[in-house]
């Protein structure tokens, strides 16, 4: 890639509308390893809170077999008051015209059938809303939830989230994903057979990875077909097993030099069909590194390491 090519260039192009994601955060749903369906204690790094501002804690969980679901009318409260109150704020900020609503928080796709049917249609039918886009695991979404959304897609703009982080399966034991990249290669292939668009997580900075680790994961992401990717650094926060390594001094963050290099060198990699939605994150609620605080201190030193390797922003 030698031109920056991000999400928001690609919904401009498309729409020619001010278009924003709306993140949303389910009460209710968790993921296959924090339940003990794969694993306990989730992913080493994981604490909602810091991914989501609309982030909820709810003592009742649902997963894939649950056959009742006494959350679902919060669940839909939930939906319409954080969508109507982040949509006020952008038209506000952003003058935004059209929105995504984005399923963020957990996994999205881990509860019955009848339940994820009813909260996607229902955020569909909000004012202005365009689409929606579903952060999920490769291991934790059904045949039968992906043929309704490619069904979805034939009228409205449906983008599904996968958690990839890295393609070494070793590093993936590591942070006790409970699940191994064949998975995500398998589900991912099924997912873009059907014609549904595809966006690839991946974090830089997991325990034990070289940069050439992350660099491979970004070329094996590539293989993958997908559409869009979000790069993130890894970052420690309170209330995870990472937490507990770095303490100790058995974990050392990347350094933001470190982190930029790598970024530049996958970015550089990228086809140029293929959309960026995240360069970087951060969040407030911060052990380590601190770097990682001030995102518009990130950004503005991304974007001159872009200019300086040659990449038209």
Request: hydrophobic share 35%.
């Amino acid at each position: 890639m030698d031109k920056l090519y991000t999400f928001g260039k690609y919904l401009k192009h498309k729409y020619n509308k001010k278009i924003k994601k709306v993140p949303i955060s389910i009460p209710g749903f968790t993921c296959p390893n924090i339940d003990g369906t794969v694993a306990r204690g989730g992913c080493v790094f994981c604490e909602n809170e810091s991914f989501s501002p609309n982030f909820q804690k709810e003592k009742f969980t649902l997963n894939l077999k649950s056959k009742e679901n006494p959350l679902l009318q919060k669940q839909l409260n939930a939906l319409k008051l954080q969508f109507f109150n982040t949509v006020e704020l952008y038209k506000r900020i952003y003058a935004s015209e059209k929105f995504i609503v984005y399923f963020q928080s957990f996994t999205n796709t881990y509860a019955p059938f009848e339940t994820l049917k009813t909260l996607y249609d229902t955020a569909l039918t909000f004012p202005d809303v365009i689409g929606l886009s579903i952060g999920t695991r490769t291991d934790s979404i059904t045949d039968e939830t992906l043929n309704y959304l490619k069904e979805l897609s034939k009228d409205y703009e449906i983008w599904v989230e996968y958690g990839i982080q890295s393609s070494n399966d070793e590093t993936l034991k590591r942070i006790n994903r409970g699940h191994d990249f064949q998975n995500v290669k398998d589900t991912i292939k099924k997912t873009k057979d059907l014609g549904l668009n595809v966006c690839g997580h991946l974090i830089f900075g997991l325990p034990g990875e070289t940069q050439d680790d992350m660099i491979k994961s970004v070329n094996d992401t590539i293989e993958l077909n997908i559409d869009s990717i979000k790069f993130h650094p890894l970052y420690v926060t309170d209330n995870t097993l990472l937490a507990i390594d770095y303490k100790k001094g058995t974990f050392i963050p990347i350094s933001e030099k470190d982190y930029i290099d790598t970024l530049i060198k996958a970015i550089k990699m990228l086809p140029q069909n293929v959309s960026i939605q995240r360069m970087t994150a951060g969040t407030a609620n911060l052990l380590a590194p601190e770097w990682c605080r001030d995102k518009s201190k990130q950004m503005s030193h991304i974007h001159k390491a872009l200019v300086n390797a040659g990449i038209k922003l």
